[in-house]
């Protein structure tokens, strides 16, 4: 059989969409190290496999039709997130108008929600939730020509009506998975515009986070998964971790291989001091310079000099607001004095910091609350701010509330990438003041002559500086 993933080409002429946040569209690109999982599952288990990132290539609906009408493949995969799904079911259609008997798996957050929506046929196989179990045990009923109707984790369409299979229980040890397979990506090259360096790949140590911020979707891997147990158990899913063997091997291939830069895409990367002593040392001991996301209540002093000693460029901090009662209202666990410590320690042992602030959280934002935190967050003279708005996705206690108050903008979510749109109108504020809001934030931020000049005089070379003014030009500007 020939396999083979599909990244398809943009065909709904919006910008392309981020596939492994999942929630906005692309700002600078980055390796879906999620799907190369599953790439790399079906590769050790002997099947070859073809990966065709049409997006990469800047490539368009006729160089889709152009490679269907030779390819020979039985089975095509397709990573799909919210902002995704539409795009993906056009490409779906030109697909069925050259591979008619071609069976289609989709995975991630976006099927495993919009299940019906994305079963428009029979040859169409979702795999929910956590996928590389289920597409490695779906393709090997197809090798054999056995009845896959039975395998777990899977939905899909018999006789018009949708079937959904019982889950899968999660994977709670991650060591028995193999590394991504970038050897399909190897000529691709990746930039973050945080760290500043190349060659830049990206890599997970863990799955999801057990926190209850009532807005949340982390990367689209752990929202797929959070989905699914949700649906089950009406409970957040537990986390896995891999080890820290497991992790050394994989950064000892990736330095050898020529790696400088690494962003760590766990949803929380520090847990304890002593697993964070030992990740820092094996990051230390092949010189990458890096980046991780991180709760506020998780930098003590003794972690920040840790980060600081080990080549730590960034920590992403979900700071939201630095009002009290927001911070309550969102579940968030943490405090604004809490905040204002983890900065501290950062900037004491000299770790970038870049806060993420989420405009409209909750009911309790007013013009007045989000004019405070950006006067705030400006004057702490941190490395990075970024602004978002929040947004309503399904399957988070943000969304309930949302239906339940009549906050969203046609009383239904649709898909909108939180860097730029928004879909809430509270009472007092709408979604286009969200957006204006959202927009001169970033203006005065990023315009300002402190983010100029510290930005300026990080960069390793002309091309990183070349690269990271267009990503910021796309995020102002789309």
């Not at 056995?146 to 777990?152: L, M, N, P, Q």
Request: glycine share 6%.
């Amino acid at each position: 059989m020939k396999l083979t993933f599909l990244v398809p080409p943009v065909l709904d002429g919006q910008k392309p969409a981020e596939r492994t946040a999942g929630c906005t569209r692309v700002v600078y690109a980055a390796p879906n190290i999620y799907e190369l999982t599953v790439v790399a599952v079906l590769e050790a288990a002997g099947y070859t496999v073809s990966y065709q990132d049409f997006v990469y290539k800047q490539a368009g609906e006729e160089e889709l039709q152009t490679f269907l009408k030779q390819d020979q493949t039985d089975i095509y995969y397709i990573w799909t997130v919210n902002l995704s799904l539409e795009n993906d079911l056009q490409a779906l259609k030109i697909l069925r108008e050259y591979k008619p008997d071609a069976y289609v798996v989709f995975m991630g957050p976006g099927s495993t929600y919009y299940t019906t929506k994305a079963l428009p046929d029979e040859k169409v196989v979702i795999a929910r939730g956590e996928p590389e179990e289920t597409v490695k045990e779906w393709t090997d009923r197809i090798k054999d020509n056995s009845d896959w109707s039975t395998v777990e984790g899977i939905s899909y369409l018999k006789d018009g009506k949708v079937i959904h299979n019982k889950p899968r229980k999660l994977m709670k040890e991650l060591d028995s998975l193999p590394f991504p397979a970038r050897h399909h990506i190897s000529q691709q090259k990746y930039h973050n515009p945080k760290l500043k360096l190349t060659p830049y790949t990206t890599v997970v140590t863990s799955r999801n986070c057990p926190f209850k911020c009532i807005y949340c979707v982390p990367s689209s891997l752990t929202f797929a998964r959070e989905i699914e147990y949700k649906n089950e158990t009406g409970k957040k899913p537990p986390i896995s971790y891999r080890s820290i063997e497991s992790i050394d091997k994989e950064l000892k291939l990736l330095h050898e291989q020529g790696f400088k830069a690494i962003g760590f895409m766990d949803d929380n990367f520090i847990w304890t001091e002593k697993r964070t002593v030992e990740l820092c040392n094996v990051i230390k001991k092949y010189g990458f310079k890096w980046g991780c996301q991180a709760r506020v209540d998780a930098i003590t002093d003794t972690i920040a000099q840790i980060l600081g000693e080990s080549g730590c460029l960034y920590v992403d901090l979900g700071v939201e607001s630095f009002d009290d009662e927001i911070l309550k209202y969102i579940k968030k666990g943490v405090t604004s004095k809490q905040i204002y410590e983890a900065i501290g320690y950062l900037k004491k042992y000299k770790v970038p910091v870049k806060l993420n602030i989420l405009i409209g959280t909750s009911p309790l934002e007013t013009k007045e609350t989000l004019r405070n935190t950006l006067k705030k967050a400006k004057k702490l003279k941190v490395d990075q701010i970024m602004f978002n708005i929040v947004s309503p996705f399904p399957g988070t206690e943000f969304y309930t509330m949302a239906k339940e108050n009549n906050w969203i903008e046609g009383g239904e979510y649709v898909p909108t990438d939180v860097q730029r749109e928004s879909i809430l109108n509270y009472p007092h504020l709408s979604s286009r003041e969200m957006e204006k809001i959202l927009y001169r934030s970033n203006l005065s931020y990023f315009m300002s002559p402190y983010f100029i000049f510290t930005q300026m005089k990080r960069f390793s070379s002309l091309n990183e500086f070349l690269y990271a003014v267009k990503a910021l030009k796309i995020k102002l500007f789309g």
